[in-house]
């Protein structure tokens, strides 16, 4: 159990305090980072939630108030000067803050790292709270609500069970424990409409998105005895599809529910000369540790790196790692 009360302190400490999440933020940095504000503005904090991207619009309904802010220098830099806290959620890498992280290193501002993902040791964070077996940072939120014996109310209550729910697959991937399902039973109590939060999240895909999929099904390349399904995403595939950045969320989680799929893997050309790519397993293979050699990380069955160069260099070198270290796990078991 984490020492959730020296947070707290921490906390009451502090006046002014900053949220955030990284960028292209998914369920679990939004939920968790608008129920922390929600318990933060209850007990009298000046808190603001600031991340650098566009909040994605599947996520307008935990928005209903406008508290969470895109960065922006000229309406953002006097008040995150004067902050004294700032609390990061799921974010991974302090470098997925972008803008927003070059502000907290350049006004000295006290770090929280709020996550579920291994530790980088990144000394630009002051203080880690880290605990890599909860299934979502929202499962991690709900303990530091608890501890605190806060009433959780409907907006902490919306927060964290779309966390738990974005991050578990809807509570059907391997992470997905009992407490994921205790912490549902309690939002359901509150009132949190389930249903509504599928719809908004999961069934509001945009044409562009079903037309880059399909264009992706079409070009699967399978490998390693059919375990390992690859795809690549080129810029030209997205102008075809008139597809944005947003609509490959989910793309490689979807390849993975192939029948003898073991691993999904996903190579998207960036628009700037650099390759996202993007590990999913079932679970027979560890996949983090091939992103770890990429430069990269995450989770066991779930993580990602990036890498510089074309699409056609990048997918070679990444696949040729990708079966050497798939085909050494697999020589492992016996
Ligand atoms: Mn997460």
């Not at 939004?30 to 129920?35: K, R, V």
Request: charged fraction near 20%.
């Amino acid at each position: 159990m984490l020492d959730w009360k020296s947070l707290h302190n921490t906390i009451n400490s502090s006046a002014k305090i900053m949220l955030s999440t990284h960028e292209n933020p998914d369920g679990d940095g939004l939920g968790s980072a608008t129920a922390v504000w929600h318990y933060l503005t209850q007990i009298g904090k000046d808190c603001r939630l600031i991340h650098v991207s566009d909040l994605p619009m599947e996520y307008n309904f935990l928005n209903p108030d406008n508290i969470i802010e895109t960065y922006r220098p000229e309406i953002h830099d006097t008040w995150i000067s004067k902050a004294d806290l700032a609390i990061i959620f799921d974010v991974g890498d302090f470098n997925r803050l972008r803008q927003v992280g070059e502000q907290i290193t350049s006004n000295s501002i006290k770090a929280i790292n709020f996550d579920h993902h291994p530790d980088l040791k990144d000394k630009r964070f002051t203080n880690n709270y880290i605990q890599i077996t909860a299934a979502a940072t929202g499962e991690m939120v709900y303990d530091f609500l608890k501890a605190a014996n806060v009433d959780l109310n409907l907006a902490m209550a919306n927060g964290i069970y779309t966390a738990v729910m974005t991050d578990t697959g809807s509570f059907c991937y391997s992470n997905t424990n009992q407490k994921c399902h205790q912490i549902a039973i309690e939002c359901l109590e509150l009132g949190v409409n389930t249903a509504k939060i599928y719809q908004r999240v999961y069934e509001s895909r945009t044409p562009g998105q079903v037309k880059l999929l399909a264009d992706i099904i079409n070009n699967l390349d399978y490998s390693n005895n059919r375990e390992l399904a690859s795809f690549t995403i080129s810029q030209e595939m997205m102008n075809n599809a008139n597809a944005n950045k947003k609509d490959i969320d989910g793309f490689s989680d979807f390849i993975r529910t192939i029948r003898g799929v073991e691993v999904a893997l996903m190579i998207f050309e960036n628009a700037n000369g650099t390759c996202r790519i993007n590990f999913r397993s079932k679970g027979k293979y560890i996949i983090n540790t091939i992103a770890k050699s990429l430069g990269g990380g995450g989770h066991k069955f779930a993580a990602g790196a990036v890498q510089t160069g074309n699409l056609v260099d990048v997918a070679n070198k990444v696949l040729a790692e990708t079966h050497s270290q798939l085909t050494k796990q697999d020589s492992s078991f016996s």
